[in-house]
């Protein structure tokens, strides 16, 4: 039996940074505290954030420890996919022998429906690994950016800024409060993203 169903992989679509939803929140914690259309706007450099923010340090690690973990556990599935394909093989040749050609076609459909069935199975197994590393990426992303924002939201009741943008967004004048929150960031003792979800 020749099996052509390739075993389909589910992309491991995990953004170590989503900047979309950074920029989204920085506009919206900083306008919830607008005083006046006069106030002055501020700018952080979030690339800058992200690469020194012990948090986001510590995130991107993380991302990579469960993509080790996606990866391992993929191959662990294919391999187990090969074997039940050899597998097959050797009983569809074995029961095939001296067979008329119908007894051989219902042997060959008996046996592609066990494989794919299942194939199904393990492709379930992988959708349920990958969700399960997503959601939990998802929800250690949010801590961080909720933290994030909340100080970048008291720097600019500081210093009564109308609006917060980041740094690529804009194109003349503001005030950089990216020093501010870092200093603000590393005081408050971040950088200790946990690790031992699955």
Do not use: C
Request: proline letters at 1%.
């Amino acid at each position: 039996m020749k099996i052509n169903k390739q075993f389909t992989f589910l992309g491991f679509a995990i953004v170590i940074l989503t900047v979309v939803l950074l920029l989204g929140s920085l506009t919206w914690a900083a306008t919830k505290t607008a005083k006046t259309s006069n106030s002055p706007v501020g700018y952080v450099d979030m690339e800058r954030i992200q690469k020194e923010h012990p948090d986001f340090i510590s995130f991107a690690e993380l991302v990579k420890d469960k993509e080790a973990e996606f990866n391992f556990f993929k191959n662990y599935l294919n391999k187990q996919l090969e074997g039940l394909s050899k597998d097959l093989q050797k009983k569809v040749d074995q029961e095939k022998s001296g067979k008329s050609a119908d007894e051989q076609a219902k042997i060959q459909q008996k046996y592609q429906e066990e494989f794919q069935k299942k194939s199904g199975e393990l492709n379930n197994q992988l959708t349920q690994k990958n969700n399960e590393i997503s959601g939990y990426l998802s929800q250690q992303r949010k801590v961080i950016t909720d933290k994030l924002m909340n100080i970048i939201e008291e720097i600019a009741k500081e210093k009564d800024l109308s609006l917060v943008v980041d740094k690529s967004t804009r194109f003349y004048g503001g005030n950089d409060i990216t020093d501010e929150v870092l200093k603000k960031v590393k005081a408050s003792g971040n950088g200790k993203t946990d690790k031992t979800g699955k």
